[in-house]
């Protein structure tokens, strides 16, 4: 769906001025350079993006890492190096690891990079992103300033858009980001912060009633758990676990105890219901059951 979207926004847009894209690939793959670029490209780092306009070029690349867990167990982190070309050869002007998101940093844990949404006009560069199911975006522009030779921020708008759940209506709330003292691209953040998934267990020590509440960051599994607890002083955070599993034992006096693990799937349930079973049999109790386990990742 964004894909067709953005397709249609980018070739409708595209007039007297055509645009160079040297990129074919799907999202996350890797592209081909040409070879006065590939030189330039950090080592370790893979391309996933690359244009140029002739004078200016715009390269994006991830890291390259191993994700032992599946494609959404680690987060990509993105970096937008700049390019100019002086006296016939390409010279790296800026770079920035904070513009392009990363791979879980949308909307619960979505991939807001869409290589569609990204123009370069000669000295005018729009990086458009989306973050959300619905099309909430995130349109940042910049000027290449020839009196400094840098990169500068224009404007910077995030456009949330929900749906209403009575009249199925989008709404549109656009909110300006704050800019950098020096509005140089560098030194731009417009803040992505990535999907840091986990499960926290909470239980009341009057009632025996234990609740795993699950939120995509830190921030998030903080307020779930004032808010479980509110109102109830008996209860409290038992412990939680982020991008792993988590399991819960208790024994015949009432008592709950837990077990964590960094591994998923079915290693990870094993070793964590495992060091509950332990931690409760280690408390001088021969009557310990699970009572259930969970994972994130």
Same mark, same amino acid.
């Given at each position: 769906?964004?894909?067709?979207?953005?397709?249609?926004?980018?070739?409708?847009?595209?007039?007297?001025?055509?645009?160079?894209?040297?990129?074919?690939?799907?999202?996350?793959?890797?592209?081909?350079?040409?070879?006065?670029?590939?030189?330039?490209?950090?080592?370790?780092?893979?391309?996933?993006?690359?244009?140029?306009?002739?004078?200016?070029? %715009?390269?994006?690349?991830? &890291?390259?890492? /191993?994700?032992?867990?599946?494609?959404? #167990? !680690?987060?990509? +982190?993105?970096?937008? *190096?700049?390019?100019?070309?002086?006296?016939?050869?390409?010279?790296?002007?800026?770079?920035?690891?904070?513009i392009i998101a990363c791979s879980t940093c949308?909307?619960?844990?979505?991939?807001?990079?869409?290589?569609?949404?990204?123009?370069?006009?000669?000295?005018?560069?729009?990086?458009?992103?989306?973050?959300?199911?619905?099309?909430?975006?995130?349109?940042?522009?910049?000027?290449?300033?020839?009196?400094?030779?840098?990169?500068? %921020?224009?404007?910077?708008? &995030?456009?949330? /858009?929900?749906?209403?759940?009575?009249? #199925? !209506?989008?709404? +549109?709330?656009?909110? *300006?980001?704050?800019?950098?003292?020096?509005?140089?691209?560098?030194?731009?953040?417009?803040?992505?912060?990535?999907?840091?998934?986990?499960?926290?267990?909470?239980?009341?020590?009057?009632?025996?009633?234990?609740?795993?509440?699950?939120?995509?960051?830190?921030?998030?599994?903080?307020?779930?758990?004032?808010?479980?607890?509110?109102?109830?002083?008996?209860?409290?955070?038992?412990?939680?676990?982020?991008?792993?599993?988590?399991?819960?034992?208790?024994?015949?006096?009432?008592?709950?105890?837990?077990?964590?693990?960094?591994?998923?799937?079915?290693?990870?349930?094993?070793?964590?219901?495992?060091?509950?079973?332990?931690?409760?049999?280690?408390?001088?109790?021969?009557?310990?059951?699970?009572?259930?386990?969970?994972?994130?990742?």
């Open positions: 769906m964004k894909f067709f979207r953005y397709l249609f926004a980018f070739t409708a847009g595209v007039g007297v001025q055509a645009i160079q894209v040297v990129s074919g690939a799907s999202l996350s793959e890797t592209v081909t350079l040409p070879e006065n670029i590939k030189a330039l490209a950090p080592n370790g780092m893979s391309p996933i993006f690359y244009v140029s306009d002739g004078q200016s070029a %715009v390269m994006i690349l991830e &890291n390259k890492v /191993v994700l032992p867990n599946g494609p959404q #167990s !680690e987060s990509q +982190k993105r970096l937008l *190096v700049l390019f100019r070309k002086e006296q016939g050869s390409y010279k790296e002007i800026d770079r920035s690891d904070k949308g909307n619960g844990g979505t991939d807001p990079f869409i290589r569609e949404g990204i123009r370069l006009d000669k000295n005018n560069l729009t990086i458009e992103q989306d973050y959300s199911l619905e099309p909430s975006t995130a349109i940042y522009n910049f000027i290449y300033d020839t009196k400094i030779s840098r990169w500068v %921020v224009v404007s910077a708008i &995030n456009t949330d /858009v929900k749906q209403s759940p009575v009249t #199925s !209506e989008f709404i +549109k709330a656009p909110h *300006v980001l704050n800019f950098p003292r020096e509005t140089l691209l560098a030194n731009f953040n417009p803040n992505w912060v990535p999907k840091e998934p986990g499960v926290a267990i909470t239980v009341d020590s009057n009632s025996e009633v234990f609740s795993f509440l699950h939120a995509d960051d830190k921030s998030e599994l903080d307020e779930k758990v004032k808010s479980n607890c509110s109102g109830r002083p008996s209860c409290h955070e038992l412990g939680r676990q982020i991008k792993g599993c988590i399991a819960l034992a208790k024994n015949n006096k009432k008592q709950f105890f837990i077990g964590v693990s960094n591994k998923l799937k079915e290693a990870g349930k094993s070793e964590s219901k495992s060091k509950a079973m332990d931690s409760c049999e280690l408390n001088g109790n021969d009557a310990c059951e699970e009572v259930r386990g969970d994972c994130v990742n």
